[in-house]
């Protein structure tokens, strides 16, 4: 007799991770059948609907409520899953109080930074991300904003602040920095070196520092802007200043602006800005048409005087011959995403369909379906709702993966995998098994599917790229660490070659 | 692939290629609260290459590694080196991110800006230097001339794990390595009477200092006098630097100060 | 010019999900978590709106210190009548405005009391009409540049204690305190209670005057300092505070009273009530506190009061308006024989003390104080840190010892109250529901958090673009 519990806490913050944590952790205790534990937004009460939950049970639900709704074998298979819950919370917000003399922790980023912080990092909901970032600005403390959905407005007036208060603001929407040698949000390890990096896309820094290190290029710091910051309205408030800063900074010898095309004034600007630096700069607006990121890469290598050599890659234990079909590109990064498709389109002159085309047309359905070329972005906002980044939960990719190797019209699967701190920190073991299965569907139907990795990491990342390689050389791809080298072998692999 | 469990480190860049090459093993041979020393053997009859695994509020030296968790393995310990990693006993650690012992400066303005240096050095008490300022000074100022004779003369004088004669000579071979007017055969023979006359580790940072590595303090110092900041400034940097050691900062200081004045 | 050092591993606070202050953490960094939670239902628009007014930062900054660096003295004692100007029918009372159909039972009684002390009704029947009929007016003490604790009735012939702070110019009054038991503040009006009163008007009051006339103003935020090192927190423990006014003012008492037995009946009475002090430092808060209004653009607090129905504050930034909710019940130690049922709820202008970095802010300072409010001396130790969080400045004059001479946490801003759901801390003591009984008890209040969320939502009104 099955025994069913169901709960609504308002009030009870939890982020989505802490939350995705605690739900696998019942979900695979002994006995349990059925877990959500989830706020009660409307796609998670559709969720708790299809597990056939009492619909009473959350007739007054609001999404600022947590959902617990836990379906057990029996009674006592249920109150252990709800106890391990409980310890699960109450781990998290352990606070001492107790004896004289111990701190109370600080509740907001001010009362924090009074405490000897320098630096402050946001990654709370974006309607609640201002008010803080105001609080470390005025406190005199740079910050990276990892919170999106932040208004316009309140970018700029942050921004705004900054410039009187002498700091920086790395955000909205930025992911990666690495100040001091220190990764911030998803980044890696890189060695000191004479680059000073300004990206308005976290996994663009990404590619093109691991692919300088791989070289022997190190960097001073990775400074991030923020995808919109080379907009019309916010016209590069935060570009600007970290190329002033870098500028200043004895040790950095070249500064490097990477960024996808932005408005034209905008444009204007920050090459005037770059050519009347002391340093010597390279801006790079990385899109179709433009140099891609491996391509800049090499120009920097090269401007510092260095030789250039291609990026490694440990090629595929089977031969690359062409096939008929179509690429199947699985992203975890917008930025390599954006670069494979741009190639791909450049070279194949067909259409590369995309929940983030490169034209209008290329537009996919909801269901993200095609029959020809494709290429998701699985970070981009509409596929993140709810659930962690897939840098960090691959599950949707691994889905996705198994439904491609059961489609006859993919002959290629194309995806990216990053390294670093914040990514998942073993990714080899969901994704070895999951495309050596897709090949091996593939195979029993008389196919030979094809697997590509973009492998976005520095030697010295925790997951162990080389090791992480080996493994997937292993599975049966090929694995670059170059972006668009692994886009160009996908097409070389459906009969394009590079004109 | 099991999840490896490790400690972070923070590494000088100047050991990199020790850890990420090949394995290779050696012992502690020396400890303290501060650092543990660790030997690695030599295919050749060249001195053992030393390392040093530093506690995390210890003085960052060029050739070490910052433990940031973890504990300092205690002398006899064997040590493996290699492939990413530092094994001692039980403990893993692998660097989470490197510094570059060796500061990017602009020589010009180094040397333009070299009386602030001096001045710095200049107005500390006497008794704060370990040899008399005034020797320092024609230590360096002679290696800044290529006669290394003085030099010889004061290497391994001094009673601390890094002898007062020692650490003049490293001040003044960093700044001039940096400045490029160090010359191979000079540095070379340095090296050779170091390795006979000091302790390891003394003798593995006057090498050090040959290829332009120092600790970050004094790159602080000459990159502040570089950038030409204000006195007070400088003052502050200095400072830092002199509170390095018993006496250790005030003549790697002396030893900077000299041979950039006899240099410029 | 940018200030970030990009050579220097930065300390990192983060704020938001754990994954980065892990991913941190695996660096061999500690980063400073902030322990966050969504800010009050209904206010993150209007946080957002303050937060983006260029005023706010700087009018804070400066109606905090203000607050802080007033140096109000007690400089004498007039009537209410001359002070004020109160005229014949008019009376004030604690708290925010309400009217006699609304006003709790001590409230009532205190008026009851007022009004057969004025001579306005020679019964108790007689001063229930009145009041009831419309025929007295009632203003909060705050509206008048005073405060009054518990039922703070105040009528034209009662002798007040004036303050005057140099620094600023404001003045500030306050009644003088009448001692424990039944007494008119709790609402008791029995004949002892209205003889005592004329006994102050007087006999104490114009010995105090000429006492302090000798002496010149008394430097009362002085005393206060003192005091928060010698165990008091001038809202709930005041003995020492009071010990220490006797020390100051007993030479001058004796060199100007009538007669030595006049002196000693006035000594006799100051130092049989251990919160005499109490009605000294409540208007050195207020004028303190009304130094710091009116700042367009400030965030800070400049009023906490409750009169017995509703808890109000008023903020710097906002005017005279009042922001109310029902006042909370006390929770707390009850005097034997009595229990939560005969507990009106909270009450008094006293709460101007934590307004003004004081009282329950400086708990650290009287952990004796559990004694009578309930829980352990670790908890006046942290309910003292917990303000921290949400107060704006420290308070150069008032030391904690036990926190290494660190100043009281001064100055609540809304802002933070209504972001971390911490509200000030208040110890206060317990009046009986039904007038005439008296204290029953003393405990801990907690704040309405919907009187601060008005207020964040108003002052969120007046930002300019």
């Given at each position: 007799m099955?025994?069913?519990?169901?709960?609504?806490?308002?009030?009870?913050?939890?982020?989505?991770?802490?939350?995705?944590?605690a739900?696998?952790?019942?979900?695979?205790?002994?006995?349990v059948?059925?877990?959500?534990?989830?706020?009660?937004?409307?796609?998670?009460?559709?969720?708790?609907?299809?597990?056939?939950?009492e619909?009473?049970?959350?007739?007054?639900?609001?999404?600022?409520?947590?959902?617990?709704?836990v379906?057990?074998e029996?009674?006592?298979?249920?109150?252990r899953?709800?106890?391990?819950?409980?310890?699960?919370?109450?781990?998290?917000?352990?606070?001492?109080?107790?004896?004289?003399?111990?701190?109370?922790?600080?509740h907001?980023?001010?009362?924090?930074?009074?405490?000897?912080?320098?630096?402050?990092?946001?990654?709370?909901?974006?309607a609640?991300?201002?008010v803080?970032?105001?609080?470390?600005?005025?406190?005199?403390a740079?910050?990276?904003?990892?919170?999106?959905?932040?208004?316009?407005?309140?970018?700029?007036?942050?921004?705004?602040?900054?410039?009187?208060?002498?700091?920086?603001?790395?955000?909205?929407?930025?992911?990666?920095?690495?100040?001091?040698?220190?990764?911030?949000?998803?980044?890696?390890?890189?060695?000191?070196?004479?680059?000073?990096?300004?990206?308005?896309?976290?996994?663009?820094?990404?590619?093109?520092?691991?692919?300088?290190?791989?070289?022997?290029?190190?960097?001073?710091?990775?400074?991030?802007?923020?995808?919109?910051?080379?907009?019309?309205?916010?016209?590069?408030?935060?570009?600007?200043?970290?190329?002033?800063?870098?500028?200043?900074?004895?040790g950095?010898?070249?500064?490097?602006?990477?960024?996808?095309?932005?408005?034209?004034?905008?444009?204007?600007r920050?090459?005037?800005?770059?050519?009347?630096?002391?340093?010597?700069?390279?801006?790079?607006?990385?899109g179709r048409?433009?140099?891609?990121?491996?391509?800049?890469?090499?120009?920097?290598?090269?401007?510092?005087?260095?030789?250039?050599?291609?990026?490694?890659?440990?090629?595929?234990?089977?031969?690359?011959?062409?096939?008929?079909?179509?690429?199947?590109?699985?992203?975890?990064?917008g930025?390599?995403?954006?670069?494979?498709?741009?190639?791909?389109?450049d070279?194949?002159?067909?259409?590369?369909?995309?929940?983030?085309?490169?034209?209008?047309?290329?537009?996919?359905g909801?269901?993200?379906?095609?029959?020809?070329?494709?290429?998701?972005?699985?970070?981009?906002?509409?596929?993140?709702?709810?659930?962690?980044?897939?840098?960090i939960d691959?599950?949707?990719?691994?889905e996705?993966?198994?439904?491609?190797?059961a489609?006859?019209?993919?002959?290629?699967?194309?995806l990216?995998i990053?390294?670093?701190?914040?990514?998942?920190?073993?990714?080899?073991t969901?994704?070895?098994?999951?495309?050596?299965?897709?090949?091996e569907?593939?195979?029993?139907?008389?196919?030979?599917?094809?697997?590509?990795?973009?492998?976005?990491?520095?030697?010295?990342?925790?997951?162990?790229?080389?090791?992480t390689a080996?493994?997937?050389?292993?599975?049966?791809?090929?694995?670059?660490?170059?972006?668009?080298?692994?886009?160009?072998?996908?097409?070389?692999?459906?009969?394009?070659?590079?004109? | 692939?099991?999840?490896?469990?490790?400690?972070?480190?923070?590494?000088?860049t100047?050991?990199?290629?020790?850890?990420?090459?090949?394995?290779?093993?050696?012992?502690?041979?020396?400890d303290?609260?501060?650092?543990?020393?660790?030997?690695l053997?030599?295919?050749?009859?060249?001195?053992?290459?030393?390392?040093?695994?530093?506690?995390?509020?210890a003085?960052?030296?060029?050739?070490?590694?910052?433990v940031l968790e973890?504990p300092l393995?205690?002398?006899?310990?064997?040590?493996?080196v290699?492939?990413?990693?530092?094994?001692?006993?039980?403990?893993?650690?692998?660097?989470?991110?490197?510094?570059?012992?060796?500061?990017?400066?602009?020589?010009?303005?180094?040397?333009?800006?070299?009386?602030?240096?001096?001045?710095?050095?200049?107005?500390?008490?006497?008794?704060?230097?370990?040899?008399p300022?005034?020797?320092?000074?024609?230590v360096?100022?002679?290696l800044?001339?290529?006669?290394?004779?003085?030099?010889?003369?004061?290497?391994?004088?001094?009673?601390?794990?890094?002898?007062?004669?020692d650490?003049?000579?490293?001040?003044a071979?960093?700044?001039?390595?940096?400045?490029g007017?160090?010359?191979?055969?000079?540095?070379?023979?340095?090296?050779?009477?170091?390795?006979t006359?000091?302790?390891?580790?003394?003798?593995?940072?006057?090498?050090?200092?040959?290829?332009g590595?120092?600790?970050p303090?004094?790159?602080?110092?000459?990159a502040?006098?570089?950038?030409?900041?204000?006195r007070?400034?400088?003052a502050?940097?200095?400072?830092?630097?002199?509170?390095?050691?018993?006496?250790?900062?005030?003549d790697?200081?002396?030893?900077?100060?000299?041979a950039?004045?006899?240099?410029? | 010019?940018?200030?970030?050092?990009?050579d220097?591993?930065?300390t990192?606070v983060?704020a938001?999900?754990?994954?980065?202050?892990?991913?941190?953490?695996?660096?061999?960094?500690?980063?400073v978590?902030?322990?966050?939670?969504?800010?009050?239902?209904?206010?993150?628009?209007?946080?957002?709106?303050?937060?983006?007014d260029?005023?706010?930062?700087?009018?804070t900054?400066?109606?905090?210190?203000?607050?802080?660096?007033?140096?109000?003295?007690?400089?004498?004692?007039?009537?209410?009548?001359d002070?004020?100007?109160?005229?014949?029918?008019?009376?004030?009372?604690?708290?925010?405005?309400?009217?006699?159909?609304?006003?709790a039972?001590?409230?009532?009684g205190?008026?009851?009391?007022?009004?057969l002390?004025?001579?306005?009704?020679?019964?108790?029947?007689?001063?229930?009409?009145?009041?009831?009929?419309?025929?007295i007016?009632?203003?909060?003490?705050?509206?008048?540049?005073?405060?009054?604790?518990?039922?703070?009735?105040?009528?034209?012939?009662?002798?007040?204690?004036v303050?005057?702070?140099?620094?600023?110019?404001?003045?500030?009054?306050?009644?003088?305190?009448?001692?424990?038991?039944?007494?008119l503040?709790?609402g008791?009006?029995?004949?002892?209670?209205?003889?005592?009163?004329?006994?102050?008007?007087r006999?104490?009051?114009?010995?105090?005057?000429?006492?302090?006339?000798?002496h010149?103003?008394?430097?009362?935020?002085?005393?206060?300092?003192?005091?928060?090192?010698?165990g008091?927190?001038?809202?709930?423990?005041?003995?020492?505070?009071?010990?220490l006014?006797?020390?100051?003012?007993?030479?001058d008492?004796?060199?100007?009273?009538?007669?030595?037995?006049?002196?000693?009946?006035?000594?006799?009475?100051?130092s049989?009530?251990?919160?005499?002090f109490?009605?000294?430092?409540?208007?050195?808060?207020?004028?303190?506190?009304?130094?710091?209004?009116?700042?367009?653009?400030?965030?800070?607090?400049?009023?906490?009061?409750?009169?017995?129905?509703?808890?109000?504050?008023?903020?710097?930034?906002?005017?005279?308006?009042?922001?109310?909710?029902?006042?909370?019940?006390?929770?707390?130690l009850?005097l034997p024989?009595?229990?939560?049922?005969?507990?009106?709820?909270?009450?008094?202008d006293?709460?101007?003390?934590?307004?003004?970095g004081?009282?329950g802010?400086?708990?650290?300072?009287?952990?004796?104080?559990?004694?009578?409010?309930?829980?352990?001396?670790?908890?006046?130790?942290?309910?003292?840190?917990?303000?921290y969080?949400i107060?704006?400045?420290?308070?150069?004059?008032?030391?904690?010892?036990?926190?290494?001479?660190?100043?009281?946490?001064?100055g609540?801003d809304?802002?933070?109250?209504?972001?971390?759901?911490?509200?000030?801390?208040?110890n206060?003591?317990?009046?009986?529901?039904?007038?005439?009984?008296?204290q029953?008890?003393?405990?801990?209040?907690?704040?309405?958090?919907?009187?601060?969320?008005?207020?964040?939502?108003?002052?969120?009104?007046?930002?300019e673009?």
């Amino acid at each position: 007799m099955t025994a069913d519990r169901v709960e609504l806490r308002p009030g009870f913050y939890r982020d989505s991770v802490t939350l995705l944590q605690a739900s696998e952790a019942i979900a695979t205790s002994a006995g349990v059948e059925a877990a959500l534990i989830a706020m009660a937004t409307p796609l998670n009460l559709e969720l708790y609907e299809r597990l056939a939950f009492e619909a009473a049970a959350v007739a007054s639900a609001t999404p600022n409520d947590l959902l617990i709704a836990v379906r057990a074998e029996d009674e006592p298979a249920l109150e252990r899953a709800l106890a391990l819950l409980e310890a699960r919370f109450t781990a998290q917000v352990a606070v001492a109080t107790v004896g004289f003399g111990v701190p109370e922790p600080p509740h907001t980023t001010a009362a924090a930074l009074r405490r000897g912080g320098t630096l402050s990092l946001i990654s709370l909901p974006g309607a609640h991300a201002f008010v803080e970032a105001m609080d470390a600005v005025q406190a005199g403390a740079s910050v990276m904003l990892f919170s999106d959905n932040v208004p316009v407005e309140q970018e700029i007036r942050l921004k705004d602040e900054a410039a009187r208060h002498g700091v920086l603001v790395m955000g909205p929407d930025c992911g990666t920095a690495v100040v001091g040698g220190l990764g911030l949000g998803f980044a890696n390890v890189l060695r000191p070196g004479p680059v000073g990096i300004v990206a308005a896309s976290g996994t663009g820094a990404q590619q093109v520092s691991c692919l300088l290190d791989a070289a022997g290029v190190g960097v001073t710091a990775v400074l991030g802007t923020g995808g919109r910051d080379l907009s019309a309205a916010v016209g590069a408030r935060s570009t600007l200043a970290a190329m002033e800063l870098l500028d200043k900074h004895p040790g950095t010898e070249l500064v490097v602006v990477l960024s996808k095309p932005p408005d034209p004034k905008v444009a204007e600007r920050v090459l005037a800005a770059a050519a009347a630096l002391d340093t010597p700069a390279l801006v790079a607006f990385v899109g179709r048409g433009q140099r891609d990121l491996t391509a800049v890469t090499a120009d920097v290598i090269s401007a510092l005087g260095r030789p250039v050599e291609p990026p490694t890659e440990w090629a595929a234990p089977y031969d690359r011959h062409p096939r008929a079909g179509a690429i199947r590109g699985l992203f975890s990064g917008g930025t390599l995403c954006d670069e494979a498709m741009a190639i791909a389109a450049d070279t194949l002159g067909a259409p590369i369909h995309s929940n983030t085309p490169l034209q209008a047309e290329w537009q996919l359905g909801a269901d993200l379906r095609s029959r020809g070329h494709l290429m998701i972005d699985f970070g981009d906002d509409q596929l993140t709702q709810g659930r962690a980044h897939p840098m960090i939960d691959p599950s949707l990719r691994l889905e996705r993966i198994a439904q491609e190797a059961a489609d006859p019209t993919c002959a290629v699967l194309l995806l990216d995998i990053v390294l670093g701190y914040g990514s998942h920190a073993d990714p080899a073991t969901p994704f070895a098994p999951a495309l050596r299965r897709a090949r091996e569907l593939a195979a029993a139907d008389g196919r030979d599917l094809a697997v590509v990795v973009a492998l976005v990491g520095s030697a010295g990342d925790p997951q162990g790229r080389d090791a992480t390689a080996q493994a997937l050389v292993a599975a049966g791809a090929s694995v670059h660490l170059s972006n668009a080298a692994a886009a160009r072998v996908a097409v070389e692999l459906v009969g394009g070659a590079d004109r | 692939m099991a999840q490896r469990r490790f400690f972070p480190g923070w590494a000088s860049t100047s050991i990199g290629g020790v850890i990420t090459g090949s394995v290779r093993t050696g012992t502690v041979i020396a400890d303290g609260p501060a650092a543990s020393y660790v030997a690695l053997p030599e295919d050749d009859d060249t001195p053992d290459l030393l390392l040093g695994l530093l506690a995390p509020d210890a003085v960052r030296l060029p050739i070490g590694m910052c433990v940031l968790e973890g504990p300092l393995p205690p002398r006899g310990t064997t040590v493996h080196v290699g492939e990413g990693h530092i094994v001692a006993g039980r403990h893993t650690w692998q660097p989470v991110r490197w510094w570059d012992p060796r500061p990017r400066l602009d020589v010009a303005a180094l040397f333009a800006h070299a009386d602030l240096l001096i001045d710095a050095v200049d107005a500390e008490p006497a008794g704060s230097f370990g040899l008399p300022l005034p020797v320092a000074l024609a230590v360096a100022g002679a290696l800044a001339h290529a006669d290394a004779h003085p030099a010889y003369g004061v290497l391994g004088l001094g009673p601390g794990l890094t002898p007062t004669g020692d650490d003049i000579v490293a001040g003044a071979c960093a700044v001039l390595a940096i400045a490029g007017r160090l010359d191979d055969s000079l540095r070379a023979a340095l090296d050779a009477h170091a390795h006979t006359r000091t302790t390891a580790l003394s003798a593995a940072l006057v090498a050090a200092a040959g290829r332009g590595e120092m600790i970050p303090q004094a790159a602080r110092l000459l990159a502040s006098v570089a950038a030409g900041e204000p006195r007070a400034d400088v003052a502050a940097a200095a400072r830092s630097l002199f509170a390095v050691g018993s006496t250790s900062g005030h003549d790697l200081a002396a030893g900077l100060a000299g041979a950039l004045k006899a240099a410029s | 010019m940018i200030t970030l050092d990009l050579d220097e591993v930065p300390t990192v606070v983060t704020a938001g999900v754990p994954l980065f202050s892990d991913a941190l953490i695996e660096q061999g960094v500690r980063p400073v978590p902030v322990e966050w939670a969504p800010p009050a239902p209904d206010t993150a628009t209007a946080l957002d709106a303050i937060a983006g007014d260029r005023r706010a930062e700087e009018a804070t900054a400066e109606s905090a210190r203000r607050l802080a660096t007033a140096r109000p003295h007690w400089v004498g004692i007039g009537s209410a009548r001359d002070l004020l100007g109160l005229g014949p029918r008019e009376f004030l009372h604690a708290g925010p405005p309400v009217d006699w159909a609304d006003a709790a039972g001590p409230l009532r009684g205190a008026l009851i009391g007022a009004m057969l002390y004025e001579g306005l009704a020679t019964s108790v029947d007689e001063a229930e009409r009145l009041g009831a009929s419309g025929a007295i007016a009632l203003a909060p003490c705050h509206s008048r540049g005073a405060v009054g604790p518990m039922a703070g009735v105040v009528s034209a012939s009662m002798p007040m204690s004036v303050f005057e702070d140099s620094v600023y110019g404001r003045r500030a009054y306050c009644t003088l305190n009448e001692g424990l038991g039944k007494v008119l503040r709790f609402g008791a009006y029995a004949p002892e209670v209205i003889d005592r009163l004329r006994w102050m008007e007087r006999v104490l009051a114009p010995a105090l005057a000429a006492a302090l006339h000798r002496h010149g103003p008394v430097d009362v935020p002085m005393l206060i300092a003192q005091a928060l090192q010698m165990g008091d927190e001038c809202h709930n423990r005041n003995r020492a505070a009071t010990s220490l006014l006797l020390r100051e003012i007993t030479p001058d008492l004796l060199d100007t009273a009538e007669t030595p037995a006049r002196a000693a009946e006035v000594f006799r009475f100051i130092s049989g009530n251990d919160h005499f002090f109490l009605n000294l430092s409540m208007p050195a808060g207020k004028a303190a506190a009304d130094a710091a209004r009116d700042v367009p653009g400030s965030r800070l607090v400049v009023s906490m009061a409750r009169n017995g129905t509703e808890f109000g504050i008023q903020l710097a930034g906002t005017g005279d308006e009042w922001f109310t909710a029902p006042a909370p019940p006390v929770e707390g130690l009850f005097l034997p024989g009595f229990g939560p049922a005969d507990a009106n709820p909270d009450l008094g202008d006293s709460t101007i003390t934590e307004t003004s970095g004081i009282g329950g802010f400086a708990m650290a300072a009287a952990p004796a104080i559990v004694r009578f409010v309930g829980g352990k001396p670790a908890d006046a130790l942290t309910n003292t840190l917990r303000m921290y969080e949400i107060t704006a400045t420290e308070h150069p004059l008032y030391q904690l010892p036990v926190l290494d001479f660190r100043g009281t946490p001064c100055g609540i801003d809304v802002t933070l109250v209504v972001r971390t759901g911490i509200v000030p801390v208040v110890n206060t003591g317990i009046a009986g529901r039904e007038p005439g009984i008296g204290q029953v008890g003393a405990g801990l209040v907690t704040p309405p958090m919907s009187v601060f969320a008005d207020a964040v939502r108003a002052l969120a009104q007046r930002v300019e673009e």
